[in-house]
């Protein structure tokens, strides 16, 4: 069973960083491809960013592109969003999820993702 949990979220002024971190449980953890989901209060879930496993690339929503930088550690089975210049639109709960068989056409569909953690709270404050 894999499991996964969130961790680093908070209340950050506009403009400031946070850096989340996801630790997930189970074995071959490198195989993975691990995604960031956000869902604001009365929207719909967001795509973020993806890491695929096995070294094949990381990828970013437009909307935080070259802002946000995702990036694992396969030795402590953690992934890693490190948000800078954070905006209030950035405001939601954020998930990582992972999946060992998607293909590529499939990152940012969060239904294809099989296992969730439980979310951590972001708030930007202007």
């Known amino acids: 069973q894999v499991q996964l949990e969130e961790s680093g979220g908070g209340l950050v002024p506009a403009g400031d960083s946070l850096r989340l971190s996801c630790k997930v449980s189970?074995?071959?953890?490198?195989?993975?491809?691990v995604g960031w989901f956000r869902q604001a209060s009365g929207k719909e879930y967001e795509f973020v960013a993806a890491?695929?496993?096995?070294?094949?690339?990381?990828f970013y929503a437009d909307s935080v592109k070259g802002r946000f930088t995702m990036s694992r550690d396969n030795a402590e089975n953690t992934v890693y969003l490190q948000m800078n210049n954070l905006e209030v639109e950035d405001t939601a709960v954020y998930y990582c999820?992972?999946?060992?068989?998607?293909?590529?056409?499939?990152?940012?569909?969060?239904?294809?993702?099989?296992?969730w953690g439980r979310g951590t709270q972001v708030t930007v404050a202007s």
């Open positions: 999820a992972a999946d060992r068989h998607l293909i590529h056409s499939s990152l940012r569909l969060r239904s294809q993702y099989a296992y």
């Open positions: 189970g074995r071959a953890f490198r195989t993975y491809t």
């Open positions: 890491i695929k496993g096995n070294g094949g690339g990381t």
